[in-house]
Antibody, heavy 120, light 107 residues
């Protein structure tokens, strides 16, 4: 059975840092394309970052230089290191596995999400 | 980036009914479109990819159609458990973007 379990969400002050984890079972993160997608309270979905199986990383412009996606193959876990957090980063963060189709990736497995609240 | 616009914002329908949700892309995305269902407090669930291919275990009450810039998701024989927000997502280029969602309410 495939499971993705996020953790690490918390209340953090503006300018602070947080590391999110996504523990995966049922497939290997090392040879799958993985992403973080976030959802601000009451809002829609927004892609944040991606990590290819080969190790290439991608970020949306608003988090470039502040967020770092990585993985630990031995732990089969995906991470998102978030620095210099601002109020606009407040959201539920989902990790998801992506599958390639023609020109890009859609998401077939999702975790339940972890809430990040940036507030003083 | 490509903007995805969904309409209407909210739909209210009776059990057993049929609804069609619209998703429009600001430029052609061929058939690089997925649909997701998100129930309150839950993660999104993949329904459709490639504009019209149902994901595993998705019943044939859910049908995706369209190409280019105009897409639709049709749900028939609506049931109470279909109450959710439905999102479209393009994956034609970076960055992938989602529509703002259509909320389906079952009366």
């Amino acid at each position: 059975e495939v499971q993705l379990v996020e953790s690490g969400g918390d209340l953090v002050q503006p300018g602070g840092s947080l590391r999110l984890s996504c523990a995966v079972s049922g497939f290997s993160v090392s040879n799958n394309y993985m992403s973080w997608v976030r959802q601000a309270p009451g809002k829609g979905l927004e892609w944040v970052s991606a990590l290819y199986g080969g190790g290439n990383t991608y970020y949306r412009d608003s988090v470039k230089g502040r967020f770092t996606i990585s993985r630990d193959n031995s732990m089969n876990t995906l991470y998102l290191q978030m620095n210099s957090l601002g109020a606009d980063d407040t959201a539920v963060y989902f990790c998801a596995r992506a599958l390639y189709d023609t020109s890009g990736y859609y998401y077939d497995y999702w975790g339940q999400g972890t809430l990040v609240t940036v507030s003083s | 980036e490509i903007v995805m616009t969904q309409s209407p914002a909210t739909l209210s329908v009776s059990p057993g009914g049929r609804v069609t949700l619209s998703c429009r892309a600001s430029q052609s995305i061929s058939r690089n479109l997925a649909w997701y269902q998100q129930m309150p407090g839950q993660a999104p669930r993949l329904l459709i990819y490639g504009a019209s291919t149902r994901a595993a275990a998705i019943p044939d009450r859910f049908t995706g159609s369209g190409s280019g810039t105009e897409f639709a998701l049709t749900i028939t024989s609506l049931q109470s458990e279909d109450s959710a927000v439905f999102y479209c997502q393009h994956y034609s280029e970076w960055p992938q973007t989602f529509g703002q969602g259509t909320k389906v309410e079952i009366k």
